[in-house]
């Protein structure tokens, strides 16, 4: 049995196949922990990429999968620029909120007019309410009219900043306060265990008054900085960015089949009225990793060119054509940003990518193999592979059926 290496912080120096078990749940620091999101790294991992591959306030760290942005937070806290590419809104959205330093007088201000107007308010039937079918499935009544106080309120700040600050707080106790289950993957309402009314008025402000504080300190700390964290256009395939402009890059990709990341989060997009729900349907399909593939396009076995893949795609296509087009799909598409990454990073600089194993239709999917033999391909050098244990996902992630052992992932440091 591997020898499991218990610590508070990754040390700078590692050894390939060493594995870890962090011991600090410190994880929602700053503006780390203001919304969940499912499989979102833990922020040890970017700070530990960061300290050891950069040494300039000038370098130029690059998340091309930055999902809720805890790289760029990272980059922000230890002076260096980033850049970040995300294809959800409201990922977008949780990211522009987390890196953006707020005036912090000023937020004192508004945080009590905010909290007093609410607790003033009385419901209205003008008031606003999502467009969501079943609303009252997903939402009791009291707790409906409730959140439209609370939107309604929010929507009248005039700063846009602060606006969205508090949006996003919002939207951060949605599934708590719906009679949706708090951390299924998949957003249903229990018949068996129904839940008890929670009151979005005492929560949000309960959430408000922490991460108002833990946004003052991620302002204040920040504050000299002269820094920038951007999330750029394009995605993880197509990356608007010039060549050897990059210092490092640090990621976690999505799971193959794993995660709907869209429909995670179909409560909150409604309450937050980000887009409109064929959108939202284009958006899923073109996520990496999707299941969401019309049958025209997996009748015929997909040949990726890689021979172990290829091997393991084609037991799965015997079993299920679909599954076996999604895997092939989903690295290709890694091949993809791979060649992107080598593309845009500077000459002996790195690219640290987090994942984990998983399975499908039975068949063990190890992916951090299958990933360095394709970055092997592309250029790359692989310099170390090693693992940690992950204590607490904010969503549970079955990567058994659907995955593997959703308690070990690997970090592959790959070398141009």
């Not at 300039?56 to 091309?64: A, H, T, V």
Request: proline fraction near 3%.
């Amino acid at each position: 049995m591997r020898k499991v290496i218990g610590v508070d912080e990754l040390p700078i120096e590692v050894k390939g196949g060493e594995r870890f078990s962090i011991k600090s749940n410190n994880v929602t620091v700053f503006t780390h922990g203001i919304h969940k999101y499912p499989a979102k790294f833990i922020p040890h991992i970017p700070r530990w990429a960061i300290k050891k591959f950069t040494k300039s306030e000038n370098d130029i760290i690059l998340d091309p999968f930055m999902g809720c942005g805890t790289t760029l937070v990272e980059s922000l806290l230890l002076g260096r620029n980033s850049f970040g590419l995300e294809i959800s809104t409201l990922a977008k959205k949780i990211t522009k909120v987390k890196i953006t330093p707020l005036n912090t007088n000023k937020l004192k201000k508004e945080h009590k007019k905010l909290i007093a107007k609410i607790k003033k308010d009385k419901y209205d039937s003008s008031y606003w309410k999502p467009n969501l079918q079943n609303l009252n499935k997903w939402f009791k009544q009291k707790a409906i009219k409730k959140l439209s106080i609370i939107k309604k309120n929010i929507e009248e700040i005039e700063d846009k900043d602060i606006r969205d600050f508090y949006l996003i707080i919002m939207s951060s106790i949605i599934r708590r306060v719906s009679n949706a289950e708090n951390q299924s993957q998949k957003v249903y309402v229990s018949g068996r265990f129904p839940k008890l009314y929670v009151d979005p008025i005492e929560t949000f402000i309960k959430v408000a008054n922490k991460e108002k504080e833990n946004m003052i300190l991620f302002s204040k700390r920040i504050s000299k900085n002269k820094n920038f964290a951007k999330i750029i256009s394009k995605e993880a395939r197509n990356i608007d960015l010039k060549d050897n402009t990059i210092d490092l890059a640090i990621t976690s990709p999505p799971y193959i089949n794993a995660i709907n990341y869209i429909n995670v989060h179909k409560l909150e997009y409604a309450w937050l009225n980000l887009e409109p729900q064929e959108k939202t349907l284009e958006t899923n399909i073109s996520q990496i990793g999707t299941d969401k593939i019309p049958a025209s396009k997996w009748k015929n076995f997909l040949e990726t060119g890689f021979e172990k893949l290829d091997s393991l795609s084609f037991k799965i296509w015997k079993i299920s054509k679909k599954h076996s087009y999604i895997l092939s799909s989903f690295y290709l598409d890694i091949k993809k940003n791979l060649e992107e990454i080598y593309r845009v990073l500077k000459d002996g600089k790195r690219y640290v990518i987090v994942i984990g194993n998983n399975k499908i239709k039975g068949y063990l999917i190890q992916n951090n193999e299958l990933i360095k033999e394709i970055a092997k391909d592309v250029g790359f050098e692989v310099e170390l592979d090693f693992s940690y244990i992950i204590k607490n996902r904010l969503l549970r992630i079955p990567r058994n059926g659907r995955g593997g052992d959703i308690n070990i992932d690997h970090i592959i440091v790959l070398k141009k």
